[in-house]
Every structure is written in structure tokens, then in C-alpha cells.
T-cell receptor, first 112, second 121 residues
Framework: DADVTQTPRNRITKTGKRIMLECSQT?????MYWYRQDPGLGLRLIYY???????NKGEISDGYSVSRQAQAKFSLSLESAIPNQTALYFC???????????FGDGTRLSIL | AQKITQTQPGMFVQEKEAVTLDCTYD???????LFWYKQPSSGEMIFLIY??????QNATEGRYSLNFQKARKSANLVISASQLGDSAMYFC??????????????????FGQGTILTVHP
């Protein structure tokens, strides 16, 4: 089983719909992150969290919200999806600050 | 200014040859880390190698090595004996320590734009 699991893997939806992407991990890491990837732009940080009470905005948080339901679960929501949120979304986890981040397999989201 | 720059949008290499993927970075933080990730066409992000700013020796992991030149602020990835399965997108990323208002420390990653590597038989 994957250490960092994202669901769904693919989603096609319409403009204005509410979307939730889920991430769960079995690595026991405290720190969790959400990124989006657009062609030519690398990965950009949306939100990050240390625990259920510690939520922080990244560089592109507008239009997104998150919930850290438990140490192992971190979900990303698009309250009213728009086409320019079409992207590949990654969840990642890390232990201590110096350790690498471990990524889920990504969710490919298309908004029509 | 870009924090992480990968100047090679695409690179080609012959199977069994070595290839260097370039990465330069910009930071004023004395403590930072540099990572390389591989993204195959299937989309997942695979961690390859890490170099800390205080590490005295260049990092190596199997066929991967990191040519770390601190004064030049470069952290190039060298892949030796290329294989067809090395064809993928490669990202360089820099971790800078960040402490939020609550006092929690994070390692925030900034990614470069990536380099597509194609290995020819």
C-alpha cells in the first residue's frame, strides 16, 4: 500500500461545483502539504499543516481551503471550481524539517 | 528573482552515457537543502537525492550524484550510465526553513520549472 494516498486519482467536473480532494498517509509524519502543478511552472504550494490546529497558507491559496481532520488526513477543497484550477494536485508529507517530502501519486483535476 | 532556475527545458542523452541537469538557486538563508525529484510520464513525484547546505561532501545515491558548488549557488544532478527508464521530467527544489506565527518550523520547498530528459537507445 502507498504511504501517501490521494483520492480521487482523476476528476472531471463543471465550473461552480464544490470539489474535495483527499489525502491520507501512513508515514506518521506531522507535516502535510498541498501543491498544484501546471505545465512550465513546476509545483506551487497551496496550503500546509503541522496538526489539526496549525494550518498555513502557501503562495497560491486563493480559491482553496483545507481541513486537517487528523494527523493522517489532510483534504483540499475548491468551494466553487473554475477552469483555471485545472491542474495536477499533489499531497506531500514530511517528518523533521531537513527530511525530504514524500508525495502521493497526484490527482488530475479538469474543470470544464 | 527566481529562487530556483533550471535553464534546460529539455535534454537528450544516449543510453549508457552520463548526463548533467543544471540547477541554480538563490537564497540568503545559511541553512537550506536542495532536492531532486523525478516525475515519469505516469505523474508521480519520486525523491532522488538530497544535499544540505552544510554538507561537506557531494551527495550520491546509486547512479545519481549531486554536484554542489556552494559559491556558485548551483546544485546540478549527474546521472551516470543512463537507462531508458530515466526518461522523465526532473525537478530541482530548495528547502528553506520557515517558522510560522505559532512557532512551528517547516521546510518550505520551492521548485524549478523542470527539465525533460529523453534517453535514446
Amino acid at each position: 500500500d502507498a504511504d501517501v494516498t490521494q483520492t480521487p486519482r482523476n476528476r472531471i467536473t463543471k465550473t461552480g461545483k464544490r470539489i474535495m480532494l483527499e489525502c491520507s498517509q501512513t508515514k506518521g509524519h506531522d507535516r502535510m502539504y498541498w501543491y498544484r502543478q501546471d505545465p512550465g511552472l513546476g509545483l506551487r504550494l497551496i496550503y500546509y499543516s503541522f496538526d489539526v490546529k496549525d494550518i498555513n497558507k502557501g503562495e497560491i491559496s486563493d480559491g482553496y481551503s483545507v481541513s486537517r481532520q487528523a494527523q493522517a488526513k489532510f483534504s483540499l477543497s475548491l468551494e466553487s471550481a473554475i477552469p483555471n484550477q485545472t491542474a495536477l494536485y499533489f499531497c506531500a508529507t514530511s517528518g523533521e524539517v531537513g527530511q525530504p517530502q514524500h508525495f502521493g501519486d497526484g490527482t488530475r483535476l479538469s474543470i470544464l | 528573482a527566481q529562487k530556483i532556475t533550471q535553464t534546460q527545458p529539455g535534454m537528450f542523452v544516449q543510453e549508457k552515457e552520463a548526463v548533467t541537469l543544471d540547477c541554480t538557486y538563490d537564497t540568503s538563508d545559511p541553512s537550506y537543502g536542495l532536492f531532486w525529484y523525478k516525475q515519469p510520464s505516469s505523474g508521480e513525484m519520486i525523491f532522488l537525492i538530497y544535499q544540505g547546505s552544510y554538507d561537506q561532501q557531494n551527495a550520491t545515491e546509486g547512479r545519481y550524484s549531486l554536484n554542489f558548488q556552494k559559491a556558485r549557488k548551483s546544485a546540478n544532478l549527474v546521472i551516470s550510465a543512463s537507462q531508458l527508464g530515466d526518461s522523465a521530467m526532473y525537478f530541482c527544489a530548495m528547502r528553506e526553513a520557515h517558522t510560522n506565527a505559532g512557532g512551528t518550523s517547516y521546510g518550505k520547498l520551492t521548485f524549478g520549472q523542470g527539465t525533460i530528459l529523453t534517453v535514446h537507445p
